[in-house]
């Protein structure tokens, strides 16, 4: 568990970054047209600001905690 030992903060940053602009765009989609139509509405402008960078940015983030821990492992044996 050196991961979570050495990289816990920017681990757990990256997976929100991932999954909460995920659950906004669920949340468009599945509530168009319904009674959460209002919050659906919201929840699609917020992803259409902040989601597709959040996301994109998330994966980079976590692709450099993933290589930083494999190279971290790999220098200190």
Known sequence: MRLLETHRVP??????????????????????????DPLATFAGTVWSIFGGASVIFGVVLLLWVLWSAWRGDEVNG
């Open 11 to 36: 681990l757990i940053t990256s997976l929100w970054m991932i999954f909460v602009p995920l659950v906004f765009a669920f949340i468009a989609g599945a509530g168009a047209g319904t009674v959460f």
